[in-house]
């Protein structure tokens, strides 16, 4: 049993978003990444079975899928996707999520 | 890809907490539980492999382990526990959590 507190990691960069590994194991990978207004993680996808959830923590932004889909992205909002459909997140304030990935890659 | 938004499954009930299925697949399943303060997810565990996250969305509460272990649960606190290891949750006030589980059980 491991206790990780997000509060620890609500540090930002203004060169490219700040990614913390907070959990890695068999079973799945737990990511938090912080965002300036304005950052991205740009849409992506890679040719592995398994998917992934993102889920917005706090500040305001836009989910990213195939062919310039666009989602409105609130605190409590949720996305999964498959980790080979193309993915992608975009701050429209500081913005913080946390990722999952199971199977982890 | 999906979309879910928690301030949907916003819910409660005052005999015992509330459970949401926010995502069930091979990979994993994601569920939200909403406690009124007083409610708990009892110690429980399940001679299985695999791992449980459980995130503090809203509210305060305690983490529960095994021997009686207690941990202090604040928004943005992530538990991460074998899911055969004794693991729980207690609200003292109303409290929202969301909880992974890889592989999905």
Redesign the interface.
Known sequence: ???????ETDQYAENAFKRFI??D?P??K?LNFNFRAGQELPVHSHEI???V?I?I?EGEGE?L??DG?V?PA?P???????IS?P?GVRAQSDLRV?V?I??PI
């Open positions: 049993m491991k206790k990780v507190s997000l509060s907070v959990h194991s079973y799945f737990i079975e398994g998917q959830s889920l923590l989910f899928g195939k889909a989602l609130r409590g909002d949720v996305l999964i996707s498959d459909e993915h946390l999952t199971a199977p």
